[in-house]
């Protein structure tokens, strides 16, 4: 049973624009997710995340099972209620949060066992638990638990995590207690060894899930690892259900996902290097405490709507961003502007045909000397997006290595 409709309105060569219909939302891909770790955005209130267009937001379960608990946000009748959002909303599993954030984090087939931050009490999270706090807290997509490995960690190891998610997604299915209001998505782990992202693809396709998660990206591999198991991953999971890039927030690597057929996205990135004072441009990131903007009376953006644009200049947020929460406030608004922004000129220049020449326009602005980096190369000859107008850098031959 599911509790979606995805419905592909648009496509070129891989890249597709859809309709994703949730219990609370109806939603547009390419999709950027929000990061509320606390069922909040740091600095954005509910109704400002509405008037920037936000569509789905992500709720860390780790942290909402922590503080103010998952009883409790169910006794509020779900993180929809609790938290005031309309819209629609997808939590994690917890498990990131317990290797990231515990290293005392121990895993075996029962589940992940870490001390209580709380009290130092052993505890352990299984794929049971996982599945039930988040069946309490009522979001529209649920993760399952996965056995989450660093992807730059080789040998049996990848190889035990993967087989291990597959055998506990079996577990998440049987312990998902509402299917008909929210949606379970597998994880696909495998490390970057094609042969074992391959297996574990197949096993989740098999289990008919309403969408899949590729997992382990977004760790520290080299870029033109990460782009490789991407396309993988996106060139086998089935076209009629949505695929979901766990982690990637980099404007660029968003562009280039969604060229291989990646649909939704999630990152910490736009509001964590906003509280650092870094502002994302089409040209890059502009760093706001830079001695120069001090009397730059320019807009952050001279092409972007938003209401930060539109209302205060570079100056006076140089002169807040270190010494005022309202400064990073402003710059998280204008952040996941610019992303939410990004995310539906994908979807309208698929649709509208416009794709290669939307990936041409924002290559030139990033690398206005043509110097794109060579794994973008490599991915969009892949892609099928012909770049070569924006880029003097010539890709090597994707399949050089014969296999």
């Known amino acids: ?65 922590l503080r103010p608990t ?14 005031n959002w309309p819209r629609a909303l997808l939590t994690d599993s917890g498990g990131f949060q317990m290797v990231s954030l515990l290293h005392l984090a121990d895993i075996t087939e029962e589940g992940v066992t870490f001390q209580s931050p709380v009290d130092g009490k052993p505890m352990l999270l299984t794929p049971e638990e996982s599945i039930q706090i988040q069946n309490r807290i009522g979001a529209d997509i649920i993760m399952a638990l996965d056995d989450v490995v660093k992807t730059t ?7 035990e995590a993967m087989h291990r998610t597959l055998r506990w997604i079996d ?11 929210q949606n379970l998505f597998g994880i696909v782990q495998g490390g970057l060894d094609p042969v074992l992202r391959d297996i574990c693809v197949q096993g989740l396709v098999e289990r008919n899930l309403p969408g899949y998660a590729i997992g382990g990206l977004a760790g520290g591999e080299d870029k033109d690892s990460f782009w490789r198991v991407v396309a993988q991953c996106t060139a086998s999971l089935p076209e009629s259900k949505p695929r979901y890039v766990m982690g990637v ?5 968003i562009v280039v996902c969604s060229a291989l057929g990646a649909d939704m996205y999630d990152c910490v990135y736009p509001t964590r290097t906003a509280r650092f004072g870094t502002a ?22 001279s092409t972007c709507e938003c209401m930060v644009c539109k209302k205060y200049t570079r100056a006076y947020l140089h002169c807040l961003v270190t010494k005022d929460a309202m ?27 416009t794709f290669p020449e939307f990936v041409c326009n924002f290559l030139r602005k990033m690398f206005p000397k043509g ?33």
Not at 249 to 253: F, Q, S, T
């Open 1 to 65: 049973m599911m509790a979606l409709r995805f419905e592909v309105l648009g496509r070129f060569n891989r890249a597709r624009a859809a309709r994703l219909t949730l219990p609370h939302f109806t939603c547009h891909t390419p999709l950027f997710m929000p990061v509320g770790t606390q069922g909040t955005i740091k600095g954005l209130t509910t109704p400002q995340l509405e008037e920037i267009g936000c569509e789905i937001i992500l709720g860390n379960t780790y942290h909402l099972a």
């Open 327 to 353: 400064g990073s406030q402003l710059l998280s608004y204008h952040n996941l502007y610019y992303m939410l922004q990004l995310s539906r000129n994908l979807h309208s220049s698929i649709i509208e045909g």
């Open 171 to 181: 577990r998440c299915i049987a312990a998902h207690k509402r299917p008909n209001e």
């Open 371 to 403: 110097d794109v980096p060579e794994w973008v190369c490599n991915a969009m000859e892949v892609a099928g997006i012909d770049i070569s107008s924006c880029s003097t850098s010539t890709s090597t031959p994707v399949n050089s290595n014969k296999d």
């Open 153 to 159: 960690i080789t040998g049996p190891r990848i190889e």
């Open 70 to 83: 998952s009883e409790l946000i169910d006794e509020f009748g779900g993180l929809h209620s609790f938290m």
């Open 280 to 301: 994302l441009v089409p040209e890059g990131v502009l760093k706001l405490k830079h001695q120069s903007m001090a009397e730059d009376t320019r807009p952050i953006d």
């Open 249 to 253: 927030g980099y404007p660029l690597d």
